[in-house]
């Protein structure tokens, strides 16, 4: 006899748990390691133009 395969519920709710917590860990070390500016000032976001060529 054999057994057939059985998906656990349990296993797939924890890898999506994991999954999110790593994703959510990543995201802190990013923000925490990000340059910031010297003079405390808040970065300003520059505009880039894109040119699309035919």
Known sequence: MHRANVVEIGS????????LAGYLVVKLVRIA?????ADGATPTRTHT?????Q
């Open 49 to 53: 133009r894109t040119t699309t060529y």
């Open 12 to 19: 797939l709710i924890a890898m999506l748990v994991y999954f």
């Open 33 to 37: 390691t990000a340059p910031r500016p």
